[in-house]
């Protein structure tokens, strides 16, 4: 990046912004400039939130999810059904399928993917405490990777790891995204929305 | 936006950091998930950073730019021509120029462009500073406003309030943007290309 005209703590600031996801150079200087500007409708209140925040996070002891109180929010809510594990790979999945309000079980976030290029291997994962929360009473393992590779990588090893335990095991759907159009989806998508097809 | 399965602390974070230019709902989810996992790479450094800055800075009492110093580092360097005045809109599009490196006189930033429907007067701009600077021996004063209605509104505004002074007042040429092709062009690009098309 180009050196600012303006002084080091901007060029700072620019720089660590860009950091964030979501944010390259270009809009990490215009998030730096309209934080400079708002500085108390926006600059301290961020800062404040930021300390907080980071103060109040704790990451759940039971299921990794991170949330101001460990056990979290979910762990404790005695509504949802305990025979029922999703798990997913981070909390943003977490966060997404809370979203979408499609299941009211309970979940294990794993932290990650498993990689060999980068590295993470299933020790680096919360993978141990999910093999000892199935033995107590659930009876569905919900598997809720991402499509990717990494994701399919990991969701094929806990199939493996969970098979002793004789916990049924299922996977999200892959198909036609609901408003997607063929002409837009790649190979991979169509052939799996052709292989799980279902008569009407 | 839905509540997230997550405490107050970590949804207020997610509300401040939505206000940042560039950022929506799914991407302020994601960086603050981002500061929150990287506490001590990302988030406690960013918040040192923004009060860093926010303490360093200053506006310039000459032309309005945001630096650590005033008059702002741009005013001070005696190598920029004194005699060529470029007029911004705002301190993100002198960056812009600056990064570009096409202009090496002196700037003035009037911090908006006029618009009715914000209430942005002459009187909320910082033009009162620009005619006074124009009397003492500037030659040329080049307003580089967006090409936006506001923009060009803010030219038309600053031509006549400059005439009295019979300083030479130019505008940026409009055009077809280098690397831009004619088929995704708006009309009044198109328009504008053809009527200040050159012989070759």
Redesign the interface.
Known sequence: M?S???????E??VQ??A?????GPR?A?????????K?EG??????I?????????RVCEICG?????SP???CRDTRRDAHILCVVE???D??AL??AGVFRGKYHVLGGALSALDGVTPERLNVSALLSRVVSGVEEVILAMNATVEGQTTAHYLMDALQPSGVKVTRLAHGVPVGGELDYLDEGTLFAAFKARREL
């Not at 600012?4 to 901007?10: C, D, K, N, S």
């Not at 950091?19 to 944010?23: I, T, W």
């Open positions: 180009a600012l005209p303006a002084g080091p703590e901007i700072r600031l660590l912004l950091k964030l996801p979501g944010l809009s200087r215009r998030a730096a400039l309209a934080l400079l500007k500085r926006l600059l301290e209140p961020l800062a939130a930021m300390r907080d925040a980071a103060n109040a996070i999810n991170l949330d101001t109180a979290c929010s979910l981070d909390v943003a977490l966060w809370e979203r």
